[in-house]
């Protein structure tokens, strides 16, 4: 009996350990599985979601990166990621020239290879499981898309990241009377008021006081420090540094771009009377991490059957007020979001923040509603670009005519077989880009059929192939011209944060005409000289264009087409870039035009703020040539015979239409006697 007994306990024993084994077998897997494999979606994610719905959206750094921390990343979704880049690069038409760019003081050396980073990356973070979601993408943005200091050639990480790190102030500067710049608190962000964990009075009673040091380091010299470090909006560090300090995106950094970093999770700020206040990063979050592995986001369904996101609702009601809208000691200031004219001291003053459709349309019929001037002041602060046409139209209207705009690519292998597609195949989206339809030869009207002939450049250390140079002028822009208004001066003032069209248009202006000149506002007090414009660059595209070239070809690409992401990772890249005459050297994104003036003087873009501008930029009509007597001559003229060319035409159509009508009048006359 008691040996039958032991045999039983030991088969016991035995189960219990068999049990037990299993279990913690099983606790091994449920615990480190997910981190070595890096796919299974972290358990906190729904207790992160509703610790932001129950904060307003808003809470401190520390807690909320926590969670944006914690998000894993396949290694699937990171091989893809660099592989698309990698092939989606190989269109970039700067991906010669970056190797090693030309001097041109006080323009910033860019010398990045492109594949040897990509492949650096491939390397480091593939198999690396301890890298998470967030800190991959800022991997990616750092080591492929910073260096490039080209604003239309950017990486955005997922939109599950969606949010924003946010300090109270906005800033401006301007010189005291010993010459030396100080930096103030211009007002506070108005969305401050939702944050329950910032002092709203105490923040209050800091506007207008200088500061003079942030984390210990005099506050010009961080936010020069942050630019330069982050330079993603221009060559120009005068440029980056008026983005940083009067753009608001010092103390404004959205996730999903490159400048998300922050070395602590506050701020200690250092005033003018020795105080101090310390404000911990609020992060203002509409992610949902949830969604990071997926390819789009999903969105739930509200009462009205309107497809929207929870997230996405509230960001719609808080966004518009971030960075746009400030609470001063004289109020609530908003920054003028569409094209404002008004006339001050007798000089019509003109405001467009970007070449929308119509808006040289816009801006004439505005203008012509103003009192009579013979100067106007030209406002592109802050003007990310546009439509091209718009910006031909506007120079048309106040001078002439512009000249013809050129542009080349680079040949590439995956370029090559878009091309050779595009002959046979017209319905590819991008075969206007890769043909002959859009494009003429310069100096000539007829179609360019052998445009993409090689051409050689010698670039960055390396000979690459180059199409030939390609005319976009005012005939590819189809409408009449705008109405034009004669000027006998015109000054065109902006902060350098003037892109893409707006630099074209600004450029066309002041280099063609004597009596428009340029004045440039902000800047690094040390730099001479400024950059009146920023990123000319050229014909900017995006992911999605460049899939939808590969996925419209007729032929099949292999290994060239590039795979879509498995995120919604997004990027846009430079595919042509600009010249304004054949006789350049370098393209305009790396030529530095300077301003014609300059003023030490860093407002905001508020209406009060900028009145103080306009009021030290009228004095330099003084120094500008009037337009000649003999152009305005002619310019009335030519309004002259447009406004009597307009009116015979009205008038040829009013008698054409008049014949048509009597002529069926008789024939009806004709018909109706037949019939009886």
Same mark, same amino acid.
């Given at each position: 009996?008691?040996?039958?007994?032991?045999?039983?306990?030991?088969?016991?024993?035995?189960?219990?350990?068999?049990?037990?084994?299993?279990?913690?077998?099983?606790?091994?897997?449920?615990?480190?599985?997910?981190?070595?494999?890096?796919?299974?979606?972290?358990?906190?994610?729904?207790?992160?979601?509703?610790?932001?719905?129950?904060?307003?959206?808003?809470?401190?750094?520390?807690?909320?990166?926590?969670?944006?921390?914690?998000?894993?990343?396949?290694?699937?979704?990171?091989?893809?990621?660099?592989?698309?880049?990698?092939?989606?690069?190989?269109?970039?038409?700067?991906?010669?020239?970056?190797?090693?760019?030309?001097?041109?003081?006080?323009?910033?050396?860019?010398?990045?290879?492109?594949?040897?980073?990509?492949?650096?990356?491939?390397?480091?973070?593939?198999?690396?499981?301890?890298?998470?979601?967030?800190?991959?993408?800022?991997?990616?943005?750092?080591?492929?898309?910073?260096?490039?200091?080209?604003?239309?050639?950017?990486?955005?990480?997922?939109?599950?990241?969606?949010?924003?790190?946010?300090?109270?102030?906005?800033?401006?500067?301007?010189?005291?009377?010993?010459?030396?710049?100080?930096?103030?608190?211009?007002?506070? /962000? !108005?969305?401050? %008021?939702?944050?329950?964990?910032? #002092?709203? &009075? +105490?923040? =209050?009673?800091?506007?207008?006081?200088? *500061?003079?040091?942030?984390?210990?380091?005099?506050?010009?010299?961080?936010?020069?420090?942050?630019?330069?470090? /982050? !330079?993603?909006? %221009?060559?120009?560090?005068?440029? #980056?540094? &008026? +983005?940083? =300090?009067?753009?608001?995106?010092?103390? *404004?950094?959205?996730?999903?771009?490159?400048?998300?970093?922050?070395?602590?999770?506050?701020?200690?700020?250092?005033?003018?009377?020795?105080?101090?206040?310390?404000?911990?990063?609020?992060?203002?979050?509409?992610?949902?991490?949830?969604?990071?592995?997926?390819?789009?986001?999903?969105?739930?369904?509200?009462?009205?059957?309107?497809?929207?996101?929870?997230?996405?609702?509230?960001?719609?009601?808080?966004?518009?007020?971030?960075?746009?809208?400030?609470?001063?000691?004289?109020?609530?200031?908003?920054?003028?979001?569409?094209?404002?004219?008004?006339?001050?001291?007798?000089?019509?003053?003109?405001?467009?923040?970007?070449?929308?459709?119509?808006?040289?349309?816009?801006?004439?019929?505005?203008?012509?509603?103003?009192?009579?001037?013979?100067?106007?002041?030209?406002?592109?602060?802050?003007?990310?670009?546009?439509?091209?046409?718009?910006?031909?139209?506007?120079?048309?209207?106040?001078?002439?005519?512009?000249?013809?705009?050129?542009?080349?690519?680079?040949?590439?292998?995956?370029?090559?077989?878009?091309?050779?597609?595009?002959?046979?195949?017209?319905?590819?989206?991008?075969?206007?880009l890769f043909g002959p339809r859009i494009w003429s030869k310069p100096g000539h009207s007829s179609n360019f059929s052998d445009w993409y002939e090689p051409r050689?450049?010698?670039?960055?250390?390396?000979?690459?192939?180059?199409?030939?140079?390609?005319?976009?002028?005012?005939?590819?822009?189809?409408?009449?011209?705008?109405?034009?208004?004669?000027?006998?001066?015109?000054?065109?003032?902006?902060?350098?944060?003037?892109?893409?069209?707006?630099?074209?248009?600004?450029?066309?202006?002041?280099?063609?005409?004597?009596?428009?000149?340029?004045?440039?506002?902000?800047?690094?007090?040390?730099?001479?000289?400024?950059?009146?414009?920023?990123?000319?660059?050229?014909?900017?595209?995006?992911?999605?264009?460049?899939?939808?070239?590969?996925?419209?070809?007729?032929?099949?690409?292999?290994?060239?087409?590039?795979?879509?992401?498995?995120?919604?990772?997004?990027?846009?890249?430079?595919f042509a870039e600009l010249y304004l005459s054949q006789n350049q050297s370098y393209p305009e994104e790396f030529t530095f035009l300077a301003s014609d003036y300059?003023?030490?003087?860093?407002?905001?873009?508020?209406?009060?703020?900028?009145?103080?501008?306009?009021?030290?930029?009228?004095?330099?009509?003084?120094?500008?040539?009037?337009?000649?007597?003999?152009?305005?001559?002619?310019?009335?003229?030519?309004?002259?015979?447009?406004?009597?060319?307009?009116?015979?035409?009205?008038l040829i159509s009013c008698i054409v239409l008049r014949r048509k009508n009597k002529r069926k009048q008789l024939e009806s006359k004709y018909t109706m006697q037949?019939?009886?």
């Amino acid at each position: 009996m008691i040996s039958i007994d032991l045999k039983k306990g030991e088969r016991e024993l035995i189960s219990r350990m068999e049990r037990r084994k299993k279990f913690n077998s099983f606790l091994f897997l449920l615990i480190f599985f997910p981190i070595v494999c890096n796919c299974i979606p972290n358990p906190h994610w729904k207790q992160c979601e509703q610790m932001f719905k129950k904060s307003n959206l808003f809470m401190k750094s520390e807690e909320g990166m926590k969670c944006v921390n914690a998000v894993p990343i396949s290694k699937e979704t990171k091989e893809t990621t660099l592989k698309t880049i990698y092939s989606l690069l190989q269109l970039y038409v700067f991906h010669d020239i970056v190797r090693d760019s030309p001097s041109s003081s006080p323009l910033s050396h860019v010398g990045i290879g492109i594949n040897a980073e990509i492949d650096y990356l491939l390397k480091r973070t593939v198999d690396n499981a301890t890298i998470n979601s967030f800190e991959f993408h800022q991997l990616v943005s750092d080591h492929i898309f910073r260096p490039l200091k080209d604003a239309h050639t950017q990486f955005t990480k997922p939109k599950c990241f969606d949010g924003s790190l946010i300090q109270p102030f906005s800033l401006h500067a301007q010189k005291n009377g010993k010459g030396e710049m100080e930096i103030r608190v211009n007002g506070i /962000y !108005s969305v401050a %008021s939702n944050i329950s964990f910032w #002092n709203n &009075n +105490a923040l =209050l009673d800091q506007i207008g006081k200088r *500061i003079t040091h942030v984390n210990g380091i005099s506050i010009t010299e961080a936010i020069s420090q942050f630019s330069q470090e /982050y !330079s993603f909006f %221009s060559k120009d560090p005068s440029v #980056n540094f &008026n +983005a940083f =300090l009067m753009g608001g995106w010092f103390n *404004i950094r959205p996730l999903t771009y490159g400048w998300s970093y922050i070395p602590k999770d506050s701020f200690e700020w250092t005033f003018e009377d020795s105080e101090t206040m310390v404000i911990p990063w609020a992060l203002w979050f509409t992610g949902d991490l949830s969604q990071c592995s997926k390819k789009t986001q999903s969105r739930l369904k509200r009462n009205d059957g309107i497809e929207r996101d929870w997230f996405e609702i509230q960001k719609s009601k808080i966004w518009p007020h971030v960075r746009d809208e400030i609470v001063t000691s004289n109020g609530t200031l908003s920054k003028p979001s569409d094209m404002i004219a008004s006339i001050r001291q007798g000089v019509h003053i003109l405001r467009i923040p970007s070449f929308r459709a119509n808006a040289a349309k816009d801006a004439m019929s505005a203008l012509s509603s103003l009192p009579g001037s013979d100067k106007l002041i030209l406002d592109l602060r802050s003007n990310g670009g546009g439509y091209v046409c718009e910006g031909l139209f506007l120079v048309e209207a106040l001078t002439e005519k512009p000249p013809p705009l050129l542009y080349d690519l680079r040949r590439s292998e995956e370029l090559n077989m878009l091309v050779e597609d595009a002959k046979i195949n017209h319905d590819n989206p991008g075969s206007n880009l890769f043909g002959p339809r859009i494009w003429s030869k310069p100096g000539h009207s007829s179609n360019f059929s052998d445009w993409y002939e090689p051409r050689e450049i010698h670039r960055g250390g390396i000979t690459g192939e180059y199409s030939q140079l390609l005319e976009y002028s005012r005939r590819n822009c189809p409408g009449a011209p705008t109405s034009p208004i004669i000027y006998e001066k015109i000054l065109i003032v902006t902060d350098g944060n003037c892109g893409s069209t707006c630099a074209i248009a600004s450029t066309l202006l002041s280099l063609n005409h004597s009596y428009v000149q340029t004045v440039a506002t902000g800047g690094l007090d040390s730099e001479e000289s400024m950059s009146y414009s920023t990123f000319p660059g050229g014909i900017k595209v995006n992911d999605e264009d460049a899939f939808s070239w590969f996925e419209g070809t007729k032929k099949h690409l292999g290994h060239l087409s590039p795979k879509r992401w498995t995120t919604t990772s997004r990027i846009s890249f430079t595919f042509a870039e600009l010249y304004l005459s054949q006789n350049q050297s370098y393209p305009e994104e790396f030529t530095f035009l300077a301003s014609d003036y300059r003023i030490r003087l860093w407002p905001s873009l508020d209406t009060q703020s900028s009145n103080l501008l306009y009021d030290q930029v009228i004095p330099l009509f003084k120094g500008v040539a009037a337009k000649s007597k003999w152009n305005l001559t002619i310019g009335l003229i030519s309004v002259s015979i447009l406004t009597v060319i307009i009116i015979l035409s009205v008038l040829i159509s009013c008698i054409v239409l008049r014949r048509k009508n009597k002529r069926k009048q008789l024939e009806s006359k004709y018909t109706m006697q037949d019939f009886d």
